[in-house]
């Protein structure tokens, strides 16, 4: 999801080029972000921008111990179907439905089962397994006792005969009544994500709960048409100016990204093809005023490529054998309901988000709603990985400068704690600009071969079309890249803030001493662990990268005996880490570390073959870091240590005495 101001037709925007709108778009979105009023720790995150503002107003926090979030569905049953046949009324409002739920009891003799209905509704009859049950309906929650004893992994359907008018003004809240913007056209339509499917069918309403497949039929005047998930079956008459028309889905899909659109919508079909057999339908259900405007005509036709940008990354888009599209609603921005994202407007990067969460959200969906990041971080990044396919390096960093700017405002971890406001979970800041910004990092520490074999693994891998936790994320990491991620995840996703670091290095021929001092701002993690890419630049003009780990506050690094003269260098000079950083250069001299201990280490033999040791240090914590910064662990004998078995190449040996480290380069012959 993603929702910022409507800014799809605007009479403005027709003077620009459409290369200077994007930039302006995207600007526009950045100087209300930019032009909020600093929050300071502790103080309660309001609104990343002002219609993100009038949704929270909208929704409202919980404040009962009745609400929603006090019953995270049932955790005692799997759903495995939702057939929803719905007849809507705009006037006076309306919804009547009958919900068939096809589900399996997880545990043997269980008492009932519960799902999740807003109690605005009336319950005319429950049946289970084709029978009229009793069952109570108190609290937004439906329980229904079994009067035969269960089994494990049994079977049941039950359907839930409803009718009622839908909520408003509530959490709850998650079906709109309302006319298409500056016109009296009437438009219906969901947004359910997080707590609003309740508001129009019965549901087990948790987000990892998948069902295996749903159908969506929808009764209403022929003045409607009306979209859901997946293919379309067709449209009938029956009667009274009203069609009944049929969609069905046959992928897993999670209870929030069920949705309808329904408008007099312009419709728009096109071909998209991948590989020798893939041909999808891509569908725009368009405002009729947007149908006509060139520039919405001219944004929405680069949903082909965007297909293929991140098929071509992450695996075919998961649906393929369906359709992937776009429904105009009411919300600025969009959401991205399974196979037909809702829009409130249409520029390259809302369009690239909502695509993107196709694969990250809908594909692989947020476990609990603490670790929407696996959503939002990885759609909002997508969107730089887009430009970047696009329009090359530059524009994705712009893109990911953007959002390092933002998420140094993020305050509180990414995984979410407070999970009754939506606003903490839809954080901008946070949830989005660090959630992306820490995807950067990540590739940074990876490598970009290895980072994105992750990124497709994890889409494709044990949760394809599951859901996962930001501990899942972590395992797939660790086991793609052979790295331990334990500290990364710890201080960029549990924890809050980011370092600032204080530089001071000086050069001596073709030696050189770094001293590295370590703070932290924006939150209470004291200390940050991350290697470090240095670029040094010789005086031939010449160039080397090595990658040194910076895991204490004070860190002295000794380079020794280069190949040439070294000129000056430059630190993470690809910018991947979110950070402060002040860099002094002094032209000779070795520099003592701020507490003035000795920084120099005498390390012996350098160059070696097999065994280095080192003057007056007890080397029980040390370790050697190699030049991509991986860790190496070398057996230890009487204060020497074995390098006999690594290849040959520049390494790195760190000593450490808890807050302060000591990094002194050498070469294994
Ligand atoms: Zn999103």
């Known amino acids: 999801m993603f929702l910022g101001p409507i800014l799809d037709d605007r009479p403005f925007l027709f003077v620009f080029s459409l290369e200077l709108r994007k930039i302006m778009l995207?600007?526009?979105?950045?100087?209300?972000?930019?032009?909020?009023?600093?929050?300071?720790?502790?103080?309660?995150?309001?609104?990343?921008?002002?219609?993100?503002?009038?949704?929270?107003?909208?929704?409202?926090?919980?404040?009962?111990?009745?609400?929603?979030?006090?019953?995270?569905?049932?955790?005692?049953?799997?759903?495995?179907?939702?057939?929803?046949?719905?007849?809507?009324?705009?006037?006076?409002?309306?919804?009547?439905?009958?919900?068939?739920?096809?589900?399996?009891?997880?545990?043997?003799n269980s008492a009932s089962f519960q799902l999740d209905l807003h109690s605005n509704f009336l319950i005319d009859s429950l049946t289970l397994n084709g029978t009229k049950v009793s069952f109570t309906h108190q609290n937004n929650r439906i329980t229904v006792p079994f009067s035969i004893a269960t089994v494990a992994l049994q079977s049941q359907e039950a359907i839930v005969y409803y009718r009622g008018v839908p909520p408003t003004g509530v959490i709850e809240e998650g079906i709109f009544f309302e006319n298409e913007p500056n016109s009296n056209n009437p438009v219906v339509y969901t947004l359910s994500e997080p707590y609003g499917a309740i508001s129009w069918f019965p549901c087990n309403d948790n987000p990892e709960d998948k069902a295996d497949s749903c159908d969506v039929n929808i009764t209403m005047n022929n003045y409607f048409i009306p979209v859901s998930n997946g293919k379309f079956l067709g449209a009938s008459d029956v009667g009274n100016n009203k069609k009944r028309h049929k969609w069905s889905h046959k992928y897993p899909i999670a209870h929030y990204l069920i949705s309808i659109a329904a408008a007099n919508y312009d419709f728009k079909q096109t071909t998209w093809s991948y590989g020798d057999s893939i041909k999808m339908d891509v569908v725009d259900y368009l405002y009729q005023r947007s149908a006509t405007n060139p520039a919405v005509l001219q944004e929405i036709q680069r949903t082909i490529q965007m297909l293929d940008i991140f098929s071509d990354h992450f695996g075919?888009?998961?649906?393929?054998?369906?359709?992937?599209?776009?429904?105009?609603?009411?919300?600025?921005?969009?959401?991205?309901?399974?196979?037909?994202?809702?829009?409130?407007?249409?520029?390259?990067?809302?369009?690239?988000?909502?695509?993107?969460?196709?694969?990250?959200?809908?594909?692989?969906?947020?476990?609990?709603?603490?670790?929407?990041?696996?959503?939002?971080?990885?759609?909002?990044?997508?969107?730089?990985?887009?430009?970047?396919?696009?329009?090359?390096?530059?524009?994705?960093?712009?893109?990911?400068?953007?959002?390092?700017?933002?998420?140094?405002?993020?305050?509180?971890?990414?995984?979410?704690?407070?999970?009754?406001?939506?606003?903490e979970i839809f954080n901008f800041q946070r949830t989005y600009a660090k959630g992306a910004v820490v995807l950067h990092m990540l590739r940074g520490v990876m490598g970009d071969e290895v980072f994105f074999k992750f990124m497709k693994e994890y889409a494709n891998g044990e949760f394809a079309f599951g859901a996962a936790s930001i501990e899942d994320v972590r395992k797939v990491a660790e086991q793609v890249s052979g790295l331990v991620l334990v500290d990364f995840f710890d201080q960029w996703l549990y924890k809050d803030g980011y370092p600032s670091y204080s530089i001071n290095y000086s050069v001596s021929g073709k030696n050189a001493a770094i001293a590295i001092s370590q703070s932290t701002l924006g939150g209470s993690t004291a200390l940050f662990k991350m290697p470090m890419q240095i670029q040094v630049f010789f005086e031939d003009g010449s160039n080397e990268i090595?990658?040194?780990?910076?895991?204490?506050?004070?860190?002295?690094?000794?380079?020794?005996?280069?190949?040439?003269?070294?000129?000056?260098?430059?630190?993470?000079?690809?910018?991947?880490?979110?950070?402060?950083?002040?860099?002094?250069?002094?032209?000779?001299?070795?520099?003592?570390t701020e507490n003035g201990k000795n920084s120099k280490l005498v390390l012996y033999p350098n160059p070696s073959q097999d065994f280095i040791g080192v003057e007056n240090y007890d080397l029980t914590n040390a370790y050697i870091s190699n030049a991509v910064g991986q860790r190496l662990s070398v057996p230890i004998f009487s204060n020497k240590l074995d390098i006999s078995k690594l290849p040959s190449a520049k390494y790195f040996l760190h000593l450490s005495d808890g807050d302060h480290s000591l990094v002194q380069s050498f070469i294994k012959l």
């Open 546 to 592: 090595q990658t040194i780990l910076v895991d204490q506050k004070e860190s002295q690094i000794n380079l020794e005996n280069l190949e040439k003269n070294i000129k000056e260098i430059n630190f993470d000079p690809f910018n991947y880490i979110l950070k402060n950083i002040t860099v002094k250069a002094t032209k000779t001299g070795v520099l003592a």
């Open 316 to 423: 075919v888009y998961p649906f393929y054998k369906e359709k992937y599209g776009h429904a105009m609603f009411n919300f600025g921005g969009g959401m991205e309901h399974q196979t037909i994202s809702s829009m409130g407007g249409f520029n390259e990067t809302l369009i690239a988000h909502e695509l993107a969460h196709q694969w990250y959200g809908d594909k692989v969906t947020c476990k609990t709603w603490q670790d929407i990041w696996v959503n939002e971080g990885f759609a909002t990044y997508l969107e730089a990985i887009y430009l970047e396919d696009t329009y090359g390096r530059s524009t994705y960093d712009s893109d990911i400068d953007q959002n390092m700017t933002l998420a140094k405002d993020a305050r509180g971890s990414i995984f979410v704690q407070n999970t009754n406001s939506i606003n």
């Open 26 to 108: 995207k600007n526009i979105l950045f100087a209300i972000l930019l032009s909020l009023p600093v929050i300071s720790h502790g103080q309660e995150v309001r609104g990343s921008f002002e219609c993100s503002k009038a949704r929270i107003a909208q929704f409202k926090d919980l404040g009962s111990p009745n609400a929603r979030i006090a019953f995270p569905g049932d955790p005692n049953i799997n759903v495995n179907y939702y057939g929803l046949d719905l007849e809507i009324v705009t006037n006076p409002k309306m919804l009547m439905g009958a919900a068939t739920i096809k589900f399996q009891t997880l545990t043997a």
